[in-house]
């Protein structure tokens, strides 16, 4: 049982450039989510998914895109990525009934 | 808009030491709350859940308290060693199933 596999755990990027975040859970979670945290802000939830084919926006989700095809996958899209995204990015997952969340370790992401 | 702050930022004691980490949340609106533990570069570790109906919650030298009428939720630790160095982090669990986060609290255990 691995839980929540997130890759890659670092990458640099260059101003503009895009990329995928891949997120992967195997213990049929309906609910996923994507955070990013950064210094003196804590965890900001960026967007989430109650189920296959639902997403929905949470605090700060400018400049990203997600989208659920399987339960199993939750990826996050950086379309043209800007210094300000330099951060590190956890994806979670839980049931819907609330029952707690299991996290990715992260992957840590610089934007130059 | 829901808030959640965690007392004190930052905290050192000597090992053997028994302490309490706060958490306060200003709506008691919420269904569930999760502690985490965070070790540097690291990810997240759930330590423990209270659920909305739950006054406690207890594992090992852990036990986490929840009063949701007042807001507040304290995490004590026992016997506190080095290896438990690290940021705690408190999350309550809203409507939606999100979990709005505390900024932390640093502990250090010197050996």
């Known amino acids: 049982n691995a839980g929540v596999t997130q890759t890659p755990k670092f990458q640099v990027l260059k101003t503009g450039q895009s990329m995928t975040l891949q997120c992967a859970q195997d213990?049929?979670?309906?609910?996923m989510s994507w955070y990013r945290q950064d210094p003196g802000m804590g965890l900001r939830l960026i967007h989430y998914?109650?189920?296959?084919?639902?997403?929905d926006q949470g605090e700060v989700p400018n400049g990203y895109n997600v989208s659920r095809s399987t339960t199993e996958d939750f990826p996050l899209r950086l379309l043209s990525a800007a210094p300000s995204q330099t951060s590190v990015y956890f994806c979670?997952?839980?049931?819907?009934?609330?029952?707690?969340?299991?996290f990715g370790s992260g992957t840590r992401l610089t934007v130059v | 808009k829901q808030e959640v702050t965690q007392i004190p930022a930052a905290l050192s004691v000597p090992e053997g030491e028994n302490l309490v980490l706060n958490c306060s949340f200003t709506?008691?609106?919420?269904?569930?709350l999760q502690w985490f533990r965070q070790d540097p570069g690291k990810g997240l570790t759930s330590l423990l859940l209270?659920?909305?109906?739950?006054r406690e919650q207890t594992s090992g030298r852990l036990n986490a308290s929840l009063d949701k009428s007042s807001g507040r939720s304290t995490l004590y630790i026992a016997a506190s060693q080095p290896g438990d160095s690290a940021t705690y982090l408190c999350?309550?669990?809203?409507?939606?199933?999100?979990?709005?986060f505390g900024a932390g609290t640093i502990l250090r255990v010197k050996s």
């Open positions: 209270i659920q909305s109906s739950q």
């Open positions: 979670a997952s839980s049931y819907t009934d609330r029952r707690g969340y299991t």
């Open positions: 213990m049929n979670h309906e609910y």
């Open positions: 998914s109650v189920g296959a084919g639902i997403t």
């Open positions: 709506d008691s609106a919420i269904y569930n």
């Open positions: 999350a309550v669990i809203e409507y939606g199933n999100k979990l709005v």
